[in-house]
């Protein structure tokens, strides 16, 4: 074994594939010092016993391009490197047994096809034709997807590993990483059973380990394992290389020809947690128990999908620990509390099939300092602390895997590890009829069931069982007056002498407006991508309270608290201090009016302005502002006068709106959504925001690569639709058809109650804006659109400011 280095440019923790790929991607990039340490050897965690399927599409347009290029390494590897991978292209194909599960696959194709998929819809007998053992008579039909295949994953490992030397890393085994030092928040070195490594970046690649490693640094990484099965027949009559794999999801499982054998995998409705009490220190290409009782159902399911196997004997009865997260993102990006400490993790069971596109992605983003795509959603920073409990993690981990194959409804809620954050007022709200969902841990309600009905979600593609309600909670605010409890808000207040200098410098908009002013901004990293969109309000000459959404929240807190370093400035979390009641509609100005002796009218309390008032006995801070294009005020309540206030708007006549009826009126009022419809790899020009952009009158993180932009003008703007035919429905990922060319997918999307149909927003190139006809895929069948770049509803804002 190679001497371990005293010094490296990186030390990346973790020696499965992932680790080994961002190895070798930083290598290749020509990063000097690499150095990849695993405590026992190479791919003895997870990926030794990975089933080795290898998708290249999805329908989400991030992970779709992590694929593709995790595909395309793959079937080079082996040519760059003289390492066999064992990749072949096979092709895979789904299958459908009910019409919901046809219509998932009919969606979801129509989004990864307009991501460059190639896919073929398949009737029962073209199944058949693609896999003769099936049995297809109770199929109505299924999906073939032409680039996918499988690999072999230790071979696969390997190459990277031997393309990664060849470029200069240094990759040693036998190494325990024990400890992460760091100093005035920054990474300095990692310890080692072998002795200390001085380094300025540490990336945690260590599968199961991942949480341990996290702690090492103090640093929530939420997984956890459970055991995955799978068997592996006797040789097959009709088993034959090239086979496809195939996945019958309704039965939870998934097939694989594995040299002349199958091999049967399960992702089971309740899965088995494992490792409750920490991986065993001696853990290296272990083996769990058999457990035949829990394997049988989907035996039985096999059995039936696939009836040769009656007649077949099992070589192995594999049980192997993969992990997962509580949310089925993985993580990737950096840590939230300390510089120079990356995290690569928790691959809910596709870091075989992600691992080429995920080093590729996160090399790049060490090496430019800012993310190569938008990778929002799997960004480290937007797990809450309470969800790294053990406790939290094996109740959840027993759902998450089996999410992987069950059905994806829209709006779809976690059932288990609930409760972990409630509103002062989440007991009014559940005897108002209150549904509720989680978000970041809070329980917060969706919609609210009318008498009669039971707020239990009824899942399905077309109308749920809250459509109705959710309508009529929608119409309230737009014709009368509802209030929201947006409680789950994260608030942050930022106070000291240079509290106005932070935030100008981390803000686009100008923060040197008087006390009293709410500002709308976005915060933006040095390519000028967004990375946060909020408000703030500055309450007297050193202090301000940034508002953020609830899923933004710690990540929000976590980039301020980077920039803060070496400023007079104190930051505090205050979420849990004040509640937040948002009443809005044309006549929240006449339901609020009894309540306080403060002066609501334009002229006493313009639009964007911020004051303390009393209301309803109770002193709390009331903004004027508005994310569903109405009239209405946001109301700050400390914690414990929030019962007290909720009911005395309740009492005047505020209706309560869930936060399916909040999506729904955003979008139709075309309002912006961080993480769907804007992200960092969005620029403000592009997103229709250049209005809260302020490069003239100041300095910000961003201005120059903001500047370069404007020159240059747009190339893709931000648009919004809306289906011509009113039934319908959109959830987001949908391609979008300019003069009948699909030029991008919808970013988000909802029901327009006021504007009589399905609304999304979508990106949509330069040259295509000036398009004689829009259109969106729904599902396969085109549904003409209308299309704006300004509002649908009310595009002059004069219903938000009360004119």
Not at 169 to 189: D, F, Q, W, Y
Request: with cysteine.
């Amino acid at each position: 074994m190679a001497p371990l280095p005293s010094h490296a440019s990186i030390v990346i923790v973790g020696g499965g594939i992932v680790g080994l790929s961002l190895a070798y991607h930083l290598a290749k990039a020509g990063r000097d010092g690499v150095l990849l340490l695993e405590r026992k050897q190479f791919t003895c965690g997870t990926t030794w016993h990975a089933a080795g399927l290898v998708r290249s599409a999805a329908p989400h347009p991030t992970l779709a391009a992590i694929l593709a290029d995790s595909s395309r390494l793959y079937a080079e590897l082996e040519a760059e490197t003289g390492q066999p991978t064992g990749y072949r292209q096979t092709g895979s194909i789904y299958t459908a047994g009910n019409a919901e599960r046809w219509e998932e696959l009919k969606r979801s194709a129509a989004s990864a096809r307009a991501y460059g998929a190639e896919i073929e819809f398949c009737t029962p007998a073209d199944l058949k034709r693609l896999w003769p053992l099936l049995h297809v008579d109770d199929l109505i039909g299924g999906s073939f997807y032409a680039g996918d295949g499988q690999t072999n994953p230790a071979d696969t490992a390997a190459a990277l590993a031997r393309g990664a030397r060849q470029a200069g890393a240094v990759l040693l085994e036998n190494v325990k990483v024990t400890g992460i030092r760091a100093a005035g928040g920054r990474i300095t070195g990692v310890e080692t059973e072998e002795g200390p490594v001085a380094t300025e970046c540490v990336a945690n690649c260590a599968g199961m380990w991942a949480r341990e490693v996290g702690l090492m640094a103090g640093t929530p990484v939420p997984l956890h394992a459970a055991e995955h099965f799978y068997i592996v027949t006797e040789p097959m009559e009709g088993v034959e290389a090239g086979l496809p794999v195939m996945r019958d999801q309704d039965s939870s499982a998934y097939y694989k020809e594995d040299a002349g054998k199958l091999l049967v995998g399960a992702f089971e409705p309740a899965a088995k947690p494992w490792g409750m009490d920490g991986i065993p220190d001696d853990f290296c290409f272990d083996q769990l128990p058999d457990d035949w009782d829990h394997f049988e159902p989907i035996l039985e399911g096999a059995l039936h999908r696939v009836p040769a196997l009656r007649e077949t004997g099992i070589r192995l009865f594999f049980n192997g620990p993969e992990s997962f997260t509580p949310d089925q993102a993985f993580h990737l990006g950096p840590a939230g509390n300390v510089e120079g400490f990356w995290i690569a993790a928790g691959f809910n069971s596709i870091g075989i099939q992600a691992a080429g596109g995920i080093g590729q992605r996160l090399a790049a983003w060490i090496e430019e300092g800012v993310p190569p795509c938008d990778l929002s959603a799997f960004d480290p920073r937007r797990m809450q602390p309470f969800q790294n409990g053990r406790t939290y993690l094996k109740a959840r981990v027993s759902e998450a895997l089996g999410l992987l194959y069950a059905m994806h409804w829209p709006y779809r809620q976690f059932e288990t590890a609930r409760g972990e954050r409630r509103s002062p007022v989440h007991g009014a709200l559940a005897e108002a009829g209150a549904c509720f969902g989680e978000v970041a841990g809070w329980e917060r309600a969706n919609w609210f069931a009318r008498p009669g009905e039971e707020p239990v979600y009824e899942y399905s593609y077309g109308r749920q069982n809250w459509f109705g309600a959710s309508a009529a909670e929608h119409r309230s605010v737009r014709e009368e007056a509802g209030v929201f409890d947006l409680t789950s808000f994260g608030k942050i207040m930022v106070e000291g002498p240079d509290a106005e200098a932070l935030l100008q410098w981390v803000s686009a908009n100008d923060m040197s407006r008087p006390p009293g002013s709410v500002i709308y901004t976005q915060w933006l990293n040095a390519a000028a991508g967004i990375e946060a969109d909020l408000t703030i309000t500055r309450l007297d000459e050193a202090r301000y309270m940034v508002v953020t959404a609830a899923a933004a929240a710690a990540r929000d807190l976590a980039r301020l608290r980077v920039e803060a370093r070496n400023r007079r400035v104190d930051l505090a979390d205050i979420t849990d201090e004040l509640a937040v009641f948002a009443v809005m509609g044309p006549k929240s100005r006449a339901l609020l009016a009894p309540l306080t002796s403060a002066d609501l009218s334009d002229n006493a309390f313009p639009f964007g302005t911020s004051q303390e008032i009393e209301l309803a006995g109770a002193p709390l801070r009331a903004s004027r502002i508005s994310y569903v294009g109405e009239l209405g005020w946001e109301l700050y309540v400390p914690w414990s006068e929030a019962g007290g206030v909720f009911a005395a708007l309740r009492e005047s006549g505020a209706r309560p709106v869930g936060m399916h009826a909040l999506d729904s009126l955003r979008i139709e009022k075309a309002y912006r959504h961080w993480g769907h419809d804007i992200a960092p790899s969005d620029n403000p020009l592009e997103a229709g925001l250049a209005f809260a952009v302020k490069p003239d009158a100041k300095d910000f993180l961003g201005r120059e690569a903001y500047l370069r932009a404007r020159e240059a003008g747009p190339s893709r703007r931000l648009m919004q639709f809306r289906l011509l035919d009113p039934e319908p429905l959109l959830y987001g990922h949908e391609p979008i058809l300019a003069d009948g060319c699909t030029v991008d997918t919808l970013t988000s999307a909802n029901y327009g109650h006021a504007l009589g149909g399905a609304v999304g927003l979508g990106y949509v190139p330069a040259q295509a804006l000036d398009a004689g006809e829009f259109a969106i895929n729904v599902a396969g069948v085109t549904v003409p659109a209308e299309a704006s770049l300004r509002p649908l509803y009310d595009p002059g804002n004069r219903r938000m400011r009360g004119v």
